[in-house]
Structures are given as structure tokens and as C-alpha cells.
């Protein structure tokens, strides 16, 4: 009876058409390995026979439930060994080498059209970097290498028994290294550490014999966390290895769009420390970065410290710069976003159901976030994607200002692009003191760094200013796609170690 209620949910998975809710997808995540590693080839064997009848019945009635039942379950029995041998395959090695592997499959969702990329399009190999380099370095240690060596001659070798296949599979089959990092030390220090460690493996899969061109290479460092970065004690999962196994080149650039900007990687935030207004920094050597600054305690603003000399002193709270009325970011209930709908990435099953995870951070808890390009094993050159120069409509460079407390707050240009709803060119904040006073005060101007997560129709749009002496520390806008308006917005500032909030929701400036 176990047995058969588990096939029966994750027949539920992949017939969610058929009834079965998102938040029973979500449920499966992480029994679906299991059952793929015991059961793949039964299991997809049964929904490859059950969807095509179903799709032989609607064509052709009862003659084409018997034919279409007979083509998907060869379709369903053939995928099904492919992904039971492959999960196998890992789970074994994760034994052998003591490591931490997750998988995720990527189907094409059926609602995307996209020709030249089969249904089951790769599948996410997740390796938690636990001892696979050595501190601060690219150099896989002993037992790195060691596993990653097992890993590339898996991946030498064809999902599929049929020879022709089999060539045709190895001809177009794409695998992606993406490193990354937590979020202590140097952001574009990671970066770089994580892209380098990215490659190293891509030269290991190399030496299994795999083509350079087959192969293309990473560096998300700390943009992409799936644990807390100010809890030490599980940072450590950010820092992990990523081999994704797609089917072909197209499938390769929709698994890029799919992870740039993508809002499930907003559920935390890339800052290593507590609340400003509690802690202080000093500096220590992370396991996997540059100089990592880490909290300690101090005592909060208003209340009582020892001086040098001994004497008792009394703290009082600083003022900050341009005073925005704002209220402790502390006690900010921050849900912005929150009502975003994610955009569909062509993807579906649970690449879908983990998508709807919504934002969980304000920007006063995150920094700019830099993933690198993706690179060609052969040539280090990025990937081909065809971007264009077609911009939202609306947000072709306009200038979006609004006061704040009596003071203009101005926000230019916002560029974003049609495509991936990409930053084309990044703003520049300015402000002006007292401006419902003397319209003529001279402003403010600080450089800043934006990054966008795009909705099906809506888009959060996170600035951050460059200078840490700024009178704005950074800002979270929510665009409208089909209109060039702000729905919420909300605007962060310091005052000596505290952070405060304000409401924020800029209008485009007339032509």
C-alpha cells in the first residue's frame, strides 16, 4: 500500500493537470529522489502510458488511446531509465565520498513554446561544498578531485543504451559548472573565487573525455544563497558545486534566463551580518573568500558603555543626514513583493513549485548581487543569447522622483530591458535637501547598483548606493510591467548604526 501511494504522488506530479495542487507538487520535493532512484523506470513507464492514451484518446478516440498508450509508455520506460540510472549513479558516489547531493529535473513546461528543447530537458546536480577546495583556493583538494573524477566519468558516459541515441545525445548534450560562494568576504572577490573553481571542474570533466565545446562554466559566488548567510552555523550550504546535464544548447540559454533574477534566490539575503543597529564587524578569514566581516555584539544605541578611561559614557542615537521620517527598519514588517506572481521559466514540476518561494528579505538585509557570465570551456567566451536593445515599455532611461519628507529623492535612469527584465544601464541617485523649501538647494549625487527580479507582470527593482556615506542606503521599487507606475516602494537610511525606512513610490518625470 506504501508503494503504491507514493508511485500514485508522483504520478500527481507529472499529470498535475490532472488535479493536483501546486502545494502537493511542493510536498514532493524531496521524496522525488528516492522515487526516481528505486522506481524511475516503473513509475514513468505507467504515466508514459496513462498520458498518452489519454492524448491518443482526445485525437482519435479508442483507437488512438491504444496507440498513443503504446508510444508513451516506450517514451515514459525510456526516460525512465535514464533518470533512474543517473540518480543512482549519485547516490552511490555520495556515499563513497561522504558528500551532500541534491537533484532537480527540468521539464519543459507545457505552455512554453519551445521547439528545439525536448520535454525532459536536464537535470540539477547540487554537490554542497564540504572540503572540495582548499581555503581560499581553486585547487580541489585530494578528496575533491577525487569525487569530482567520479562525477565526470558518469557524465562521460550516454544516459541511454541505444547507440544511435546515444551519438546524438553526446552531440548535443550541454553541461553547466556553476560555483558558488556565502556571502562573507569581498562580494566580487567571491565571484571571481567561485567562477575559477567553476572552471576547475570543467577542466576534470574534460578529462573524462568530454568536449570543451560541451562544456560551459559559472561564477554566481554569494547572488544565489539557499540558506541564511548571517547564521554561521548554516551559511555553509550556500558554498556548493552545480552540474547542470541539459539536453541541448537552447535548453542551456532558457536554464541561464531562467536563473538570472530568478525570486526564489530573494528568500535570503547576501548580507553575513546581523541588523546594523545591533552588531559591529571585525575581520576573519572565511572557508571560501576574501577578509569576512562577522557580527559581534554591542550594546544598543542609548544605553550605557565604558569608555577608554573607564568612565561610564552615555550613547545617544545619532542623526542621520537628511532626515526621511522614516521608522526603525527593525521593526519594518517588510512584504513587499511579496504579491509578485514569478514569471514562468519554461520549466515546470518542482522548478515551478520552488519558484512561488517569494521574496523574505528587504534590501537593507541583501548587497548588490553580481552572478557572472556564462562561459564556453573552449574559448572562455559567454554564451550566445541574442539579446536586444528593446526596452519595458516606460522604462527606457525615463528619470522617477517623488519627495520624501519635504526632500526630492530621484532615482535615473531606470533602464530595464524587455529581455529578462535586464538593467541596461545603472542609475544614479540624487538628493535634495528641504526641496518643498528652496527647489534650487543643490542635490545630492551618489552612483548606485541595480538589480531587477521580474514577475509575470510585475518587476522588483533593488538599488543600492555605492558610497556607504550616502543619505540613501538603498531602495526597493515594484514596477508595473504593463504600465510605466510604481505599485509600492520604500526607501532605507542610516543613522550612525541604525537603520531606518520610509515609504518611497517615485512617478516617472514628464517629457
Known amino acids: 500500500m506504501q508503494k503504491t501511494f507514493r508511485l500514485t504522488a508522483l504520478s500527481c506530479a507529472f499529470l498535475m493537470v490532472a488535479g493536483c495542487s501546486s502545494q502537493q507538487v511542493q510536498g514532493l520535493k524531496d521524496s522525488v529522489h528516492t522515487i526516481g532512484k528505486d522506481y524511475g523506470m516503473p513509475v514513468l513507464c505507467g504515466v508514459g502510458i496513462i498520458a498518452g492514451g489519454a492524448a491518443g484518446y482526445a485525437l ?6 491504444l496507440i498513443g498508450a503504446a508510444a508513451g509508455g516506450a517514451i515514459g520506460c525510456a526516460l525512465g531509465y535514464v533518470w533512474q540510472s543517473r540518480l543512482q549513479e549519485l547516490d552511490r558516489i555520495a556515499k563513497e565520498e561522504n558528500l551532500k547531493i541534491t537533484t532537480e529535473q527540468l521539464t519543459v513546461a507545457s505552455s512554453a513554446v519551445v521547439t528545439a528543447v525536448p520535454k525532459e530537458a536536464g537535470l540539477v546536480t547540487q554537490i554542497e561544498d564540504s572540503g572540495m ?22 557524465y562521460s558516459k550516454p544516459s541511454t543504451t541505444d547507440q544511435q541515441a546515444a551519438a546524438k545525445q553526446l552531440q548535443e548534450r550541454r553541461l553547466l559548472v556553476v560555483g558558488h560562494s556565502d556571502a562573507t568576504g569581498n562580494a566580487e572577490y567571491n565571484q571571481k573565487l567561485s567562477e575559477r573553481r567553476a572552471r576547475t571542474v570543467g577542466k576534470v570533466l574534460m578529462q573524462a573525455g568530454i568536449p570543451a565545446t560541451a562544456i560551459y562554466y559559472q561564477g554566481a559566488g554569494s547572488s544565489r544563497p539557499i540558506a541564511d548567510n548571517s547564521d554561521p552555523f548554516v551559511r555553509g550550504q550556500n558554498r556548493r558545486v552545480e ?5 541541448n544548447e537552447q535548453a542551456l540559454v532558457m536554464r541561464a534566463q531562467a536563473e538570472a533574477g530568478n525570486t526564489k534566490y530573494l528568500q535570503y539575503g547576501t548580507s553575513p551580518t546581523v541588523k546594523p543597529s545591533t552588531a559591529t564587524t571585525q575581520t576573519v578569514k572565511s572557508s571560501g573568500s576574501a577578509s569576512a566581516p562577522v557580527a559581534t555584539q554591542k550594546p544598543a544605541s542609548g544605553t550605557a558603555v565604558a569608555s577608554t578611561s573607564s568612565a561610564a559614557k552615555l550613547v545617544t542615537k545619532a542623526k542621520p543626514a537628511v532626515d526621511f521620517a522614516g521608522k526603525p527598519a527593525d521593526a519594518y514588517n517588510w512584504s513587499m513583493a511579496h504579491n509578485i506572481k514569478p514569471k514562468s521559466s519554461g520549466f515546470e514540476l518542482i522548478s515551478s513549485a520552488r519558484a512561488s518561494e517569494m521574496p523574505m528579505a528587504s534590501c537593507e538585509a541583501d548587497m548588490p548581487r553580481n552572478a557572472g557570465e556564462v562561459l564556453s570551456m573552449a574559448d572562455d567566451e559567454p554564451l550566445q543569447r541574442h539579446a536586444t536593445k528593446d526596452y519595458l515599455p516606460g522604462y527606457n532611461n525615463r528619470v522617477w522622483a517623488n519627495t520624501v519628507n ?5 532615482v535615473s535612469p531606470v533602464s530595464i530591458l524587455r529581455e529578462n527584465a535586464q538593467v541596461d544601464r545603472q542609475p544614479i541617485l540624487q538628493v535634495v535637501k528641504d526641496y518643498d523649501q528652496n527647489s534650487k538647494n543643490k542635490a545630492q549625487t551618489f552612483k548606485a547598483v541595480a538589480n531587477t527580479y521580474e514577475g509575470e507582470s510585475q518587476l522588483l527593482y533593488r538599488v543600492f548606493a555605492s558610497d556607504a556615506k550616502a543619505s540613501v542606503s538603498c531602495m526597493d521599487l515594484v514596477f508595473s510591467k504593463g504600465n510605466a507606475k510604481v505599485t ?3 526607501l532605507f537610511y542610516a543613522a550612525g548604526s541604525d537603520a531606518y525606512v520610509a515609504p518611497y513610490v517615485p512617478i516617472p518625470a514628464t517629457k
Do not use: Y
Open 60 to 65: 482519435k478516440g479508442k483507437d488512438g488511446a
Open 133 to 154: 577546495f582548499a581555503t581560499d583556493s581553486d585547487q580541489l583538494t585530494e578528496n575533491g578531485q577525487r569525487a569530482v573524477s567520479k562525477l565526470a566519468q558518469m
Open 243 to 247: 552540474i547542470v546535464e541539459l539536453a
Open 488 to 490: 509600492e516602494g520604500a
Open 406 to 410: 519635504g526632500h526630492l529623492v530621484t
